[in-house]
């Protein structure tokens, strides 16, 4: 799922309930003011395993000369306009 789906939604949630209130309508969900979720542990207590920042081991035989980093470039081309 895209991270800014998620973040728009949480936005609503967050909004929708003060503007229901700034209406004087009944609040179908009210909004949270705790802070304490947003309190970090100390020491840090890491639950899961992030593979995100796993080591990958590189095995030399997948290293080869055609992976090394080529850049080539050609000038820019302005093309002719002719008039008739």
Known sequence: MNRC?????GAMEFVSPWGETAR????NMLP???RLVLKARIPPKIEF??????EVE???A?????MKKKCST?????P?????
């Open 32 to 34: 949270s003011l705790d």
């Open 49 to 54: 395993k992030q593979h995100e920042f796993a």
């Open 58 to 60: 590189v095995h030399q």
């Open 74 to 78: 050609s000038p820019p081309s302005i």
């Open 24 to 27: 004087d309508l009944s609040v």
């Open 80 to 84: 002719r306009v002719l008039r008739s």
């Open 5 to 9: 789906m998620f973040d728009g939604i």
């Open 62 to 66: 997948l290293v080869t000369h055609a």
